[in-house]
Nanobody
Framework: QVQLVESGGGVVQAGGSLKLSCVVS????????IGWFRQAPGNKRDFVAA????????AYGDSVKGRFTISRDNAEKSVNLQMNSVKPEDTAVYYC?????????????????WGQGTQVTVSS
């Protein structure tokens, strides 16, 4: 069973930066990619970014391109999300998730394992 634990959430001012981390344990060898999603109150869960363990190819949601960067540390079995130039609309609960898909996924249904989430609040 794959377990994911997010950390690094908090309150940040608009224009500032925040770094989220996701540590993966359990059946990590069965996973191919790690992704970040976010969900604001009353909204559906949206794709933020994803990265493959092998090769490190990445994908980003349109709203975060150029501001957020996803990276992985295979030795530490962790994936980070560096959030720069944050905006109030980035406020949400951020979840990391693990996928077994052979290609880099973006859809929520492509991810089989989920963390509990970490709250990010951007003040204006």
């Amino acid at each position: 069973q794959v377990q994911l634990v997010e950390s690094g959430g908090g309150v940040v001012q608009a224009g500032g930066s925040l770094k989220l981390s996701c540590v993966v344990s359990g059946g990590i060898v069965s996973t191919t990619s790690i992704g970040w999603f976010r969900q604001a109150p009353g909204n559906k869960r949206d794709f933020v970014a994803a990265i493959r363990w092998v090769g490190g190819s990445t994908a980003y949601g349109d709203s975060v391109k150029g501001r957020f960067t996803i990276s992985r540390d295979n030795a530490e079995k962790s994936v980070n999300l560096q959030m720069n130039s944050v905006k109030p609309e980035d406020t949400a609960v951020y979840y990391c998730a693990a996928s077994r898909y052979p290609v880099l996924p973006r859809s929520e249904s492509s991810f089989a394992y989920w963390g509990q989430g970490t709250q990010v609040t951007v003040s204006s």
